[in-house]
């Protein structure tokens, strides 16, 4: 093999390892760029989405709006207790007694009218007595006056007992009227609606300052830093090949082997001939 | 308002509504005064617009509505 030659491959080879090195060395400085790039990019956008969810804070006159708003609600739940505690006891009772009613129990109601009726009764017996004798519960007219008058009174009582249950939650009903549990509704109103505007400008400060794309910053710099790896592979490939093709050629043992780099180093003469035997390495 | 007349205005609502009506009072015209007064005493003259003096009222006078009743029937039977 001519000196020439064998100059020229080593100058082929150091010029590929020169060049592979260089590529390797450029994509690492690359691939740090682009993290440091992302890193400053996602501080960046880190920043903006702080800014923004300190700007979307409640106003100081939001937070005093909300504060008095539930300084009134907790008002009128105290004086909705207050006026619970100051219900008549009658108007209580008047919705135990239409419950007694309604579940066919005697409202005590009509205690009186009872009492009323058995005084009303005792005095009919008297007056029966001294007009028909000792004998009046078994005369026919002592029977018979008896007899009508517990009728009467029972449909008196009966009926009564139909129409106080009306009465009874007429009035009992008035309790809840005085103790609307809509009192504070515009105050819950208003407390919602500023709350919720401070949860919407939250949603839209966090929506609105995206950290996600910026994220995998470091994960592309490292796809980077593989590909210059991978690059570097390729050129020791094409560095092998060419010792490899110098070798056949019989830089090192004499023989040749097809080599299409040699064409690139100027040599195509060579390009083309198969590997001789009995070489060095062979 | 004074206290007797809150006594016998709550003793009236309690015989009223719950039946145990005290022993000086009764469902009768002399009752039926004290308990106007004693509420025009709580809610002014014009008690009637309360409903709750209303309603009160109203009891009592269908409470004694049905003392005149049985009267009558035992008027009637004897």
Redesign the interface.
Known sequence: MPAATSIALGVGAAAVAGGTAGKVVSGMKAASAQERAAQMQLAERRKERELALQLAEPTTTELLSMDKAIQFAEAANARNARVLDSV????I??GE?ALELMQGKE???????RG??QR??Q??RA??AD?LGPGFETSSAGIR??N??DN??SM?LNN?QM??LG??L??SA?TRQVVSPFQGASTFATLADVAGGVSRRRVAAATGTPVAPYAGGSELAKASRYQAIGGAFGGLTQLGGLIGGAAAGGMFSGGGAPVSNLGSLGRTDLVGQTGGSGGMLA | MADEDIRLLESMAKGVFKGEMPPKLSFDQPGRIKLISALSKKYGTQFRNNSSADDLLKMFDKQMGLMKQIRMIRRAGS
């Open positions: 008549d006891p009658a108007l009772e008047a007694q409202a005590t109601v009509l205690e009186p009218i009323e009726r009303q009764r005095e009919l007056r029966l007009q006056a008896l009508e008058f009467q009174t008196v009564a129409n106080m009465s009874l007429h009035t008035q």
